[in-house]
């Protein structure tokens, strides 16, 4: 079994920062890339940002300059910096990832969703 728990969502006023982690625990091989994905109200889940088991990252438009994706794979732990927050991050973040288990056998996993919400 794997489980991936996230913290750091919260209320901030717009301008202010946040940072959300995400921890990956079970019977893990490998987790090869991770990344967050957000969904606001009415609204579809979109990718924010993804890094890979590397240090290779992609970032959504609205987050480029002012979020930063970073792991620390000896934690198997992912990381959302958010900077600059404004009324438009407010949404339920998910923390996401590809693990290879140690059956071999790949999965995508999702973690529970945090709130985040900027007030104005």
């Known amino acids: 079994q794997v489980q991936l728990v996230e913290s750091g969502g919260g209320l901030v006023q717009a301008g202010g920062s946040l940072r959300l982690s995400c921890e990956i625990s079970?019977?893990?091989?490998?987790?090869?890339?991770m990344g967050w994905y957000r969904q606001a109200p009415g609204k579809q889940r979109e990718l924010v940002a993804a890094i890979t088991d590397g240090t290779n990252t992609n970032y959504a438009e609205s987050a480029k300059g002012r979020f930063t994706i970073s792991r620390d794979n000896a934690k198997n732990t992912v990381y959302l910096q958010m900077n600059s927050l404004n009324t438009e991050d407010t949404a339920v973040y998910y923390c996401?990832?590809?693990?290879?288990?140690?059956?071999?056998?790949?999965?995508?996993?999702w973690g529970q969703g945090t709130q985040v919400t900027v007030s104005s």
């Open positions: 996401n990832a590809n693990v290879i288990k140690l059956n071999m056998v790949w999965r995508e996993y």
């Open positions: 079970g019977s893990i091989f490998k987790i090869n890339a």
